[in-house]
């Protein structure tokens, strides 16, 4: 890792809009969500994970990832093939990052927190 670039106002935001691309889809953030903390999962527990997303789109999604370097397939040889998804070294660190979005809409005014927030289902017991 180098020195970081000198950002202007113009370069820094194209450079985080070609990041934001990354995450782009209504699936991959819930993707990388239940791969956080370092698990490792086969395809059938995503799809078990991710109610409403169907096998195209999860398959879609994460091809999409691990083109981006955010995603690792492991490919087991044996019969039958067995494939496991996990995220790689740049995509968990990715984790920080988005925990500081959520800490930062949390802070929003209420009139625009509450459009931000997604309360648990589980919620209405806390």
């Not at 195209?56 to 490919?75: A, H, N, P, S």
């Amino acid at each position: 890792m180098g020195k970081r670039p000198d950002y202007a106002a113009d370069s820094a935001a194209g450079s985080v809009q070609n990041l934001l691309r990354i995450l782009e889809g209504r699936w991959k953030l819930v993707i990388l969500f239940q791969l956080f903390g370092g698990k490792i999962l086969r395809f059938s527990e995503l799809e078990r994970a991710i109610p409403g997303i169907s096998q195209k789109m999860l398959i879609q999604q994460l091809r999409q990832l691990e083109k981006d370097g955010v995603v690792e397939r492991i490919v087991h040889h044996e019969v039958p093939p067995r494939v496991e998804y996990r995220l790689t070294a740049w995509g968990q660190a990715l984790c920080p990052a988005l925990d500081a979005l959520l800490v930062w809409a949390e802070a929003a005014p209420d009139y625009i927190r509450s459009k931000l927030i997604v309360a648990d289902a589980d919620d209405s017991t806390r």
